[in-house]
């Protein structure tokens, strides 16, 4: 648990980090107990007053930690050949700054990035700025033990200023520059629950779990190689209970689930990687939010939350120090509010091509077109004649149900596509989803001698699970490989010059409002082929793309809102970035928005069949 030194500034509230990152040479003398000053790396003899005003411009359009309440007391930190005295007289005598502090240079203190810190005594220590999670997407709040080296971390207390909402924590952008080894510095990420970080319990969203384990001692692989990268991780994001697919609000019993930012503000945020998506939806000062995908984990909060969400080719990503679903299907899912953003953290965090050179294939699978609504089949519409016009090509109608009749592989015998796949999927999901948490199950008897508790979804969920047996979870990957070779000879597979010999176009996401207050039903076994499992079982990459947005009438505002509507991409393995960049070229090639704002609307409202603003892009 950090110690919270909490600082209410008039610009806003901060977080003073406990580790002493620097030292003063003369103590700071003043009234306040951390008094917040502002450090100035000086390289130049000839630094003076009109360098350091166009220092403190520059902070202030670059950070958002940054803020007039530190520009009263300077702390110079003095580069080689500088008269660092003679540079503080000179300041001195312009009468702007009340106080100017030199920073000691000694082997234990390496020299500080410049930008807003809080001092005591002669201590110099980092400032974090506090944001009120009013979405209520974090389940626990993080700050890292040492900024230096960043293995564990504690629990960070600190409500808003109102006592409604848990805050977060971010450091100043200015403490870090991108680099090569480096790509992440500075990028605030949120991570799913079921990641696994040192220092942090791992709650699986439920108070029986949450009782019964410790903090964790390691961290997920994935989460370390982005903190390896120098990425800050400010919290758990929440999620439905064991990465299920609980909906709001009758179903979350335990934690009370985040609120969606987009329309009205009480849409269903969806199921699993909920916290995820409403955080990114909602706050601009979180650049990422990490979660999982295992039958739609990733995609259903992207598409409800309206951001670009990545499920990555499965096993491309360690999963180490994530709790399992379902181990077939189970892969790292990210999100972000630009395809931009989405490049630049795949490109540095998974070994996979980066290739602009794309397809001349676009499938147009029959089994799952047209959608029922006509308002999304027509943005659909829309989005696929901007990629058909950047490829060159027209859409290539195919439905896999009767192609797999015409020639289905030996294995299938007489049986259809879709009685082939009935159980395929929901015997190793049901029995991974029951079966991962016996341990738990026998732990928490153990040692309450009563059962934990689960509310009612996951009670139906394991009880559907409970007569499968480990025979019938091996048939199921048997069958799903059959199909996978099947599909990746027939339909869409790998190819050495643009790592995937076609992209198939898939619908995804709702477009009728689906409030929170809803009733909602107990989960039921559902068939294999679906645009849920598809991607999960032939383990391939999917990338989540919104294009648009469906106004509609709200019965909690009384006004008109809008609903994120989504698209999406599916390639062969490895085709993550080339997916993310067709995206981006064919949009851009459409001057249609790469990117996402947060807010009641995805994007600026526009007089078209997708409700989108045009304009120019990058």
Not at 77 to 97: C, K, P
Request: aromatic share 12%; hydrophobic share 35%.
């Amino acid at each position: 648990m950090a110690n919270s030194i909490v600082r209410i500034l008039p610009t806003g509230s901060y977080f003073v980090h406990p580790q002493e990152v620097g030292r003063l040479v003369d103590t700071a003398a003043s009234s306040e107990s951390w008094t917040p000053a502002v450090l100035l790396s000086v390289q130049d003899p000839g630094f003076g007053l009109e360098h350091a005003q166009k220092a403190l411009d520059d902070f202030s359009r670059r950070d958002d930690v940054f803020s007039v309440d530190f520009s009263s007391t300077l702390i110079l930190q003095s580069g080689q050949d500088v008269n660092i005295f003679g540079v503080a007289a000179r300041l001195v005598e312009s009468g702007i700054f009340r106080t100017i502090y030199i920073s000691e240079q000694d082997h234990k203190h390496t020299s500080l990035p410049s930008g807003p810190y809080f001092i005591q005594g002669q201590s110099i220590h980092q400032a974090w700025k506090l944001y009120d999670d009013d979405f209520d997407a974090f389940v626990i709040p993080t700050i890292v033990d040492d900024v230096f080296n960043p293995e564990s971390f504690s629990v960070l207390q600190a409500v808003s200023q109102k006592g409604s909402f848990r805050s977060i924590a971010v450091p100043s952008r200015l403490y870090s520059s991108p680099s090569k080894e480096k790509p992440l510095a500075g990028a605030r990420v949120g991570i799913k629950d079921n990641y696994d970080l040192k220092g942090i319990r791992t709650t699986m969203m439920n108070r029986a779990y949450n009782e019964l384990y410790p903090p964790r001692t390691s961290t997920a692989d994935y989460a370390a190689k982005l903190i390896e990268l120098g990425a800050v991780i400010v919290g758990k994001t929440k999620m439905s209970a064991f990465a299920s697919a609980e909906e709001p609000t009758d179903q979350w019993i335990d934690y009370h689930c985040p609120f969606n930012p987009r329309g009205d503000q009480y849409q269903t945020p969806s199921c699993s990687s909920t916290g995820a998506g409403a955080s990114l939806a909602g706050y601009s000062w979180l650049d990422h939010s990490i979660g999982s995908d295992t039958s739609g984990s990733i995609r259903l909060p992207a598409a409800f939350n309206g951001l670009f969400g990545l499920r990555t080719s499965y096993g491309i990503a360690s999963r180490r120090g994530i709790v399992p679903s379902c181990n077939e299907f189970d892969t790292v899912g990210t999100l972000h509010r630009s395809l931009k953003d989405a490049k630049h953290l795949i490109t540095a965090t998974l070994d996979v091509p980066d290739s602009s050179q794309f397809p001349k294939r676009l499938i147009y699978p029959l089994d799952f077109f047209p959608q029922e609504d006509a308002e999304q089949q027509a943005m659909t519409e829309a989005f696929i004649s901007i990629v058909e016009k950047f490829l060159g090509v027209e859409r290539a109608p195919i439905s896999i149900t009767d192609t797999w009749a015409s020639n289905p592989p030996k294995e299938a015998g007489t049986k259809t596509l879709q009685e082939f796949l009935e159980m395929s999927a929901v015997w190793p999901m049901y029995y991974d989803t029951y079966h991962t948490f016996d341990n738990f199950r026998q732990d928490y008897l153990a040692k309450y001698g009563k059962p934990p508790f689960v509310g009612p979804y996951m009670r139906k969920r394991w009880s559907i699970a409970v007569p499968f047996k480990k025979e019938e979870r091996a048939q199921g990957v048997a069958e799903m490989k059959v199909f996978r070779t099947w599909f990746e000879n027939k339909i869409m597979g790998q190819d050495s010059d643009t790592v995937t010999n076609a992209v198939m176009i898939m619908p995804f996401g709702a477009a009728t409002p689906k409030y929170r207050d809803d009733t909602n039903k107990l989960p039921s076994v559902v068939g294999s082929f679906s645009v849920f499992y598809l991607p999960a079982v032939l383990q391939l990459p999917t990338l989540i793309i919104p294009i648009g947005q469906k106004p509609y009438d709200s019965r909690i505002s009384g006004q008109k809102e809008y609903l994120p509507i989504v698209s999406s991409f599916m390639g062969a393995k490895g085709s993550d970035v080339m997916l993310i960049n067709l995206a981006d070229a064919a949009l851009k090639s459409a001057k249609w928005p790469t990117e996402v704002k947060t807010g009641r609307e995805a994007f600026v409202i526009g007089d078209n069949v997708c409700n989108v603003m045009r304009g120019n892009t990058e």
